[in-house]
């Protein structure tokens, strides 16, 4: 859990960074977009840490049933936010995508940290 969290902040920071660089960029319009698609895969990441990895298991077959349900659940929220998103956002979709995409190099990081 304590990983899931520290992914999270991080890809919190590439929400705000994003954010900023489209800001500045772009405008505006363009940040909150940035910033809404870094906070949709920071949500995703610590909802699936703590549906997955949240109770106590010690049966094998608990544990991995309880990370297949999170990550069937994340996949139904990812589209229900990223259709929030698309409807609020109407045509600015580039901002959203990439700083999503962005902070999905985070995992790769992770993998380094121990």
């Known amino acids: 859990m304590k990983t899931a969290t520290r992914i999270a902040r991080y890809q919190l920071l590439v929400a705000v960074i994003g954010a900023a660089l489209w800001g500045y960029f772009q405008g505006i319009g363009s940040a909150l977009p940035a910033f809404c ?14 549906k997955a990895m949240g109770r106590a298991e010690t049966d094998p077959k608990a544990m991995v049933m309880n990370f ?28 959203l995508i990439t700083t ?14 121990d």
């Open 37 to 50: 698609g870094g906070l949709i895969s920071a949500a995703l990441t610590f909802y699936t840490a703590v």
């Open 100 to 113: 999503f995409a962005a902070t999905m190099v985070i995992y790769w990081f992770a993998l380094l940290w």
């Open 68 to 95: 297949y349900r999170a990550e069937s659940r994340k996949w139904v929220l990812a589209m229900v936010m990223f259709g929030l998103a698309a409807t609020v956002f109407k045509g600015n979709y580039a901002p």
